[in-house]
Antibody, heavy 115, light 106 residues
């Protein structure tokens, strides 16, 4: 079964750093783009960017460029999403997806940023 | 930048009825890259339709997609109780999502 399994929920304080993960299985992880999607509480879906694990080529949405860093380690079939200076406005559910179209979704990682 | 506008924002129907959801793009977009997703409360979204009209694996045939250019439609022929959810369209060539349509029980 093709699946993406994400790391667990996180509670952080403003200004802290965070790295969440997304591990693929059941398919050739290196051969598909992995995307990240943000869903703020009660809101819609926002595309953040993509990474190609095969060569770590990365594309960011202009809205998220400079705000997050995407990376991948193809040797362990895992993609990462990282923040260096969390804000309360980063509170959201974050999904990794296999792209495109987005046919495999991770279960989501809830990130809560609160003082 | 392509903007996708879905209508209506909320659709109230009864089980057994037909649902028609609309997605309009701000400029012509390749039909090959139009997808529809379903999201139920507390769950990740699920791919229903890709390339405007192709059903994803395991999707019942009561779901169908159509359209081209700037206007696309998701139709659910006969609503089942499990179909009440939020639906998003997406142009996955540029990854833009519509704002979503909530399909609720009347």
């Amino acid at each position: 079964e093709e699946q993406l399994v994400q790391s667990g929920a996180e509670v952080k304080k403003p200004g802290e750093s965070l790295k969440i993960s997304c591990k693929g299985s059941g398919y050739s992880f290196s051969d598909y783009w992995i995307g990240w999607v943000r869903q703020m509480p009660g809101k819609g879906l926002e595309w953040m960017g993509l990474i190609f694990p095969g060569d770590s080529d990365t594309r960011y949405s202009p809205s998220f460029q400079g705000q997050v860093t995407m990376s991948a380690d193809k040797s362990i079939s895992t993609a990462y999403l990282q923040w260096n200076n969390l804000k309360a406005s980063d509170t959201a559910m974050y999904y990794c997806v296999r792209s495109s179209p987005y046919d495999v979704w991770g279960q989501g990682t809830l990130v809560t940023v609160s003082s | 930048e392509i903007v996708l506008t879905q209508s209506p924002d909320t659709l109230s129907l009864s089980p057994g009825e037909r649902a028609t959801l609309s997605c309009r793009a701000s400029q012509r977009t390749g039909s090959s890259y139009l997808a529809w997703y379903q999201q139920k409360p507390g769950q990740a979204p699920r791919l229903l339709i890709y390339a405007a009209s192709s059903r994803a694996t395991g999707i019942p045939d009561r779901f169908s997609g159509s359209g081209s250019g700037t206007d696309f439609t998701l139709t659910i022929s006969r609503l089942e109780p499990e179909d009440f959810a939020v639906y998003y369209c997406q142009q996955y060539g540029v990854h833009t999502f519509g704002q979503g349509t909530k399909l609720e029980i009347k």
